[in-house]
């Protein structure tokens, strides 16, 4: 049980450096990071070079919090797509790399991103 267990974590983190081993962010067109935990999801606007987080939203911060999008699924997605969209405007990027980490590119992660593009974020 405990080998099953340790293969898996192994097998996503393989999965993780495989998916950013080809994204490098940099200020002009930064990483767009996204986690999903059980419960919430995460995202991050990330500029490797400089090594800092240009922005942040999660389903956990204070305004989404105690509203119907403080959890994880696809209306929830939807809105940290746009937050994060607007955050980016604000920080005037254009362009962004989408990294999925270890996660398929459907559902929760495929909503956020739509709704970073419809924003008129360019991924």
Do not use: C
């Amino acid at each position: 049980m405990i080998n099953q267990q340790l293969n898996s974590r192994v097998r996503r983190n393989k999965r993780a450096l495989r998916v950013r081993a080809q994204l490098r962010g940099n200020s002009a067109k930064p990483r767009l990071s996204v986690f999903k935990s059980n419960k919430h999801i995460s995202v991050q606007l990330i500029d490797d070079e400089a090594g800092v987080t240009l922005g942040s939203v999660s389903t956990q911060s204070k305004e989404l919090k105690k509203s119907e999008f403080g959890k994880k699924n696809k209306a929830s997605a939807k809105k940290l797509g746009e937050l994060i969209a607007d955050i980016a405007k604000q920080k005037n990027v254009k362009e962004v790399l989408f990294d999925r980490g270890p996660f398929k590119y459907h559902g929760i992660l495929a909503e956020i991103a739509d709704a970073a593009r419809n924003k008129g974020l360019k991924l």
